[in-house]
């Protein structure tokens, strides 16, 4: 049974067996004893004797007063009950870029129900990117990268196999940039696997530092969402390429990507389905649509959700035990090496740090914003002109989001997904509400994993 409380300063649960408290502000997260889990509901409002009498009839004294000095001891250390963090959120004043999506194809050749881009068009004319755009959209990042080395690039789409020639010359300009300017260019594609063959797969595997291999989990759920043009289902086409692809990969990073939807609340099932392939990097993310499509979660959804989430961190630490090399990205946790206290405040970077660049060479602040007139920074011939949009998504972060001020999961999810706030409250500066609720029982799972392993 999970039990939180969110008292102030920290917040605490009980999962997979762990009582867990984890320290808001400085991020420090502790595996304790009961007793001490019962002390920290009443630590901040109550002194030691007022404690003590709370809990005599469950706890002997001395055990009490050990447990209490323990707690007293992380707070001296900062450790606990810390202060809130006095960030310089002056972000990204040199207005840098290092990653860009490169929406090389906007058209598909398959007709998901679920697909933000309108089946791969962005709601706008099917194009394919010509090379001479890719080039300058390459020459923009690498011009816009000040003295960062290491850049992204992750070929989009639609479905940027439809236009494989152009990414491979791309891939070969940006061999040619790098020795030029001392960058180094790290490529991922984003994929449905429908057109992978044994040419391509070679390059890709030779030449991408990711993949990402779209697959919505078992036959009957991925046919029902995942449509090739004629209406048929993809399922049977797509796993054998899939399973082909990662077995050239061998120790190179991939990650099969799924969508549930209201139609797969059960969405563990899915998970299994790709272990049992031996997919071993896997994600299943929640699908952001308009709530009148049947498929769309909603908040009668999120108590069913929560439980699956509960169940599949028992089931993924069980499979971990035969695999410890299988990955679910949202039950992925660094503790040590976590991104700088900024970084943790300002999340993906979208809008300033990040972009995506369509094959007219128009610039927008990620994929999921691409067709909106509205939120265009530009184009490759202007550059960035959209100052006041840009300044917009660099100013949208945990410590001016009036919903994230006072959450403890903010320093993990960063503020969440600019694009699912917008379309669900017409402002990026607030939050999706169902996508938080998600994104803090992952990261409850996440720690009570770690907790175990």
Not at 49 to 58: D, S, Y
Not at 268 to 290: A, L, Q, W
Not at 338 to 345: E, I, L
Not at 404 to 429: D, E, F, L, P
């Amino acid at each position: 049974m999970n039990m939180n409380m969110n008292k102030g300063r920290i917040h605490k649960f009980y999962l997979n067996e762990k009582y867990i408290v984890l320290d808001i502000n400085s991020g420090s997260v502790h595996v304790v004893d009961e007793i001490v889990y019962d002390i920290i509901e009443y630590y901040e409002e109550y002194n030691f004797e007022e404690i003590a009498t709370k809990l005599r009839n469950k706890y002997e004294y001395t055990n009490i007063l050990s447990a209490y000095n323990e707690i007293k001891q992380l707070e001296n250390e900062g450790l606990i009950f810390s202060e809130n963090m006095d960030i310089n959120l002056e972000y990204n004043k040199e207005n840098i870029v290092k990653a860009m999506c490169l929406h090389v194809a906007h058209d598909c050749n398959l007709k998901c129900r679920y697909c933000f881009a309108s089946q791969g068009n962005f709601n706008g004319e099917r194009k394919l990117m010509d090379l001479e755009t890719g080039k300058k959209a390459l020459d923009f990042l690498v011009k816009s990268s000040g003295n960062r080395r290491n850049l992204e690039v992750d070929f989009f789409g639609g479905e940027p196999l439809m236009n494989f020639d152009v990414v491979k010359e791309l891939v070969f300009y940006g061999r040619e940039l790098e020795k030029k300017h001392n960058k180094h260019f790290r490529f991922t594609i984003t994929t449905n696997g429908l057109l992978l063959n044994e040419e391509n797969m070679r390059f890709i595997n030779e030449n991408m530092d990711n993949i990402v291999l779209s697959l919505d989990g078992r036959k009957t759920v991925n046919d029902y969402m995942r449509m090739t043009l004629n209406d048929n289902g993809s399922y049977d086409i797509i796993v054998p390429k899939i399973k082909e692809m990662i077995k050239l990969r061998k120790d190179k990073d991939y990650y099969v990507r799924g969508t549930f939807t209201s139609k797969n609340l059960d969405f563990s099932r899915d998970c299994i389905e790709y272990y049992n392939h031996g997919f071993k990097n896997i994600s299943m993310e929640p699908v952001v649509t308009d709530l009148d499509k049947d498929y769309a979660i909603r908040e009668e959804h999120i108590e069913t959700i929560m439980k699956e989430y509960e169940e599949f961190s028992k089931i993924y630490m069980n499979l971990r035990k035969e695999s410890p090399d299988f990955l679910f990205f949202h039950f992925m946790i660094d503790l040590n090496q976590g991104p700088c206290a900024v970084k943790k405040s300002v999340g993906c970077g979208a809008g300033s740090e990040y972009i995506a660049v369509t094959p007219e060479g128009d610039i927008y602040p990620c994929h999921q914003f691409v067709g909106e007139e509205k939120f265009k920074l530009g184009t490759l011939e202007t550059g960035i002109i959209n100052i006041e949009l840009r300044e917009q998504f660099k100013s949208a972060n945990v410590n001016s989001k009036d919903s994230c001020k006072s959450c403890w999961a903010k320093y993990y999810c960063s503020g969440g997904c600019h694009a699912n706030a917008y379309y669900s409250n017409n402002s990026i500066m607030k939050p999706h509400d169902i996508s938080c609720k998600m994104e803090k029982k992952r990261i409850e799972c996440a720690l009570s994993i770690l907790a175990n392993e």
